[in-house]
């Protein structure tokens, strides 16, 4: 799978990262695509996602501060975080969304991830 993450760094807290995943066409599978982050001794998490349709979701924890994009024509995912916090800090996936045999739509497909860490 060539999913290619790239954007993470080094920011202190208030600070903004701007994500960026090559999708290299994955973006026109499955029903969509998101971002998940995965600290330290935590579990992967869904942060973000955008459907097919353009509907987007976010998780509690960065609503209002992370904004998911995509521009088609490029195969390009997006995730721009402001405000950033130090629970922010984890490793950021790219991943496409496919329907599972229960006809939820999940991410089954990773890149291989870029860090991101803020500093107090």
């Known amino acids: 799978v060539q999913l290619m993450e790239s954007g993470g760094g080094s920011v202190q807290a208030g600070g903004s990262l701007k994500l960026s995943c090559d999708t290299s066409?994955?973006?026109?599978?499955?029903?969509?695509m998101g971002w998940a982050r995965q600290a330290p001794g935590a579990e992967r998490e869904l942060v973000s996602s955008?459907?097919?349709?353009?509907?987007?979701t976010y998780a509690d924890s960065v609503k209002d501060r992370f904004t998911i994009s995509q521009d088609k024509t490029k195969n390009m995912l997006y995730l721009q975080m402001n405000s950033l916090k130090t629970e922010d800090t984890a490793v950021y996936y790219c991943?496409?969304?496919?329907?599972?045999?229960?006809?939820?739509?999940?991410?089954?497909?990773w890149g291989q991830g870029t860090q991101v860490t803020v500093s107090s």
């Open positions: 066409g994955y973006i026109f599978s499955g029903c969509g």
């Open positions: 955008i459907s097919t349709d353009g509907t987007t």
């Open positions: 991943a496409v969304l496919f329907e599972d045999s229960s006809l939820r739509c999940i991410p089954q497909l």
